[in-house]
């Protein structure tokens, strides 16, 4: 699904690129050129909105998602509840909200050029909004982790990546509210699904269960798990 995902937004953005070109080399003259580099060079630009996106509607929804953004490569946001209720809707809005102001974006800017006096050079935001959206509204898993629609995928199914992963966020947003970490599980972490181990929900599993077994001083396993989540750190993270 990946090679799908990255053929797919490709295309669709050089074929917005070329339809942005048209219009302003048709206004702009050889300027168009300037346009075309300016494209290229957006797509850090706009990374950095879809990344804010997730931001903002993490806010919304009472989860702060921080981001971590990287100018040359792939981008990601690591999430903190701030509440346990209701996680599943508040995860899959948080997601969302990368590809919705990149759609956001795209769209306003084409309705600019074409319905006011606004020049066509701002067009060259469009080819990379389109790129992030179509790149992250298709599930897939890329080496630098999930698009934001295999998260929502996950979610909507209730896959066990997602069990995991509400079961995880639950007991971090209990722990940050002030329970402990032995009255925060309440077995939460247990008879869990097995998920890839490289699944970023897995780490924070690993971690977790290393500091209830601490909490309880259960010295042996708290180890075993340390062990386990030190070597899935270094290798994954």
């Known amino acids: 699904m990946k090679y799908l995902a990255s053929v797919l937004s490709a295309i669709f953005a050089l074929l917005t690129a070329a339809l942005c070109g048209f219009v302003a080399w048709r206004d702009h003259g050889l300027w168009v050129i300037a346009v075309c580099v300016a494209m290229i060079l957006s797509l850090?630009?706009?990374?950095?909105?879809?990344?804010?996106?997730?931001?903002f509607f993490g806010a919304i929804c009472k989860i702060k998602a921080l981001p971590k953004f990287n100018l040359f490569g792939s981008s990601c946001c690591k999430l903190i509840p701030k509440t346990d209720k209701k996680l599943r809707p508040r995860l899959f809005f948080t997601a969302l909200g990368g590809v919705l102001v990149n759609l956001t974006i795209a769209v306003a800017v084409a309705f600019i050029v074409r319905y006011t006096?606004?020049?066509?050079?701002?067009?060259?935001?469009?080819?990379?909004?389109?790129?992030?959206?179509?790149?992250?509204?298709?599930?897939?898993?890329?080496?630098?982790?999930?698009?934001?629609?295999?998260?929502?995928?996950?979610?909507?199914?209730?896959?066990?990546?997602?069990?995991?992963?509400?079961?995880v966020l639950t007991v971090q947003a209990r722990v940050l509210n002030g329970k402990s970490i032995e009255e925060a599980s309440e077995n939460l972490l247990s008879d869990l699904p097995q998920i890839r181990e490289d699944d970023p929900a897995f780490i924070s599993f690993a971690e977790l269960k290393y500091e209830y077994f601490k909490a309880k001083g259960e010295e042996e396993k708290a180890e075993l798990w340390k062990n386990r989540f030190e070597e899935l750190k270094k290798e994954y993270l």
């Open 44 to 55: 850090p630009l706009s990374s950095l909105l879809h990344e804010c996106g997730h931001m």
């Open 117 to 167: 006096p606004a020049p066509a050079c701002i067009l060259f935001l469009v080819p990379s909004n389109v790129y992030l959206l179509i790149l992250n509204i298709i599930p897939a898993w890329f080496n630098s982790g999930k698009t934001d629609g295999l998260v929502c995928n996950d979610l909507l199914n209730n896959t066990d990546t997602a069990k995991v992963t509400l079961a």
